[in-house]
């Protein structure tokens, strides 16, 4: 089932709006050969608001149908699930209740950033407190 990108099926607000998320995307993807987290940002911000079907396909008046179709057309296949899902992860650290400022967030590296991002989670609710989080994340700078 294709989803066609028409002024008449889909508000114009959503359509700017996807056009936006997509440049974010292709912007992240391509700096870094990608930025991490702000990658995962905008992967979040389409796949929640299923932005994709507002994009449309090279040579096509038609969105995506999927948000995986999305990111494999527009990372040539190169940026797999357990990729995106990663950077949405780290990106997912600068937010909530406990968001750590995104320069904390870049500081660390990938790998201490997907264990944090556990820890965090699982974390009880009484060990919650900005102390008790300062410590964890001074021990996954290094």
Not at 24 to 45: I, N, Q, T, V, Y
Not at 90 to 113: F, R, W
Request: a positive charge; glycine letters at 4%.
């Amino acid at each position: 089932m294709e989803v066609h990108v028409s002024k008449t099926l889909a508000p114009q607000a959503l359509i700017d709006e996807a056009k936006q998320a997509d440049l974010l995307f292709r912007e992240c993807w391509s700096g870094m050969r990608f930025h991490e987290r702000e990658l995962g940002r905008a992967c979040k911000w389409i796949q929640e608001k299923e932005l994709h079907k507002y994009i449309p396909k090279p040579h096509s008046d038609t969105g995506f149908q999927t948000f995986d179709g999305y990111i494999a057309q527009r990372t040539g296949g190169e940026c797999s699930k357990s990729k995106y899902r990663e950077c949405m992860q780290i990106y997912e650290l600068t937010q909530g209740a406990i968001a750590l400022p995104p320069e904390v967030v870049d500081a660390i590296s990938h790998k201490n950033n997907l264990q944090l991002s556990q820890v965090l989670k699982h974390l009880p609710p009484e060990k919650k407190t900005k102390k008790h989080i300062a410590k964890i994340v001074e021990k996954a700078k290094t």
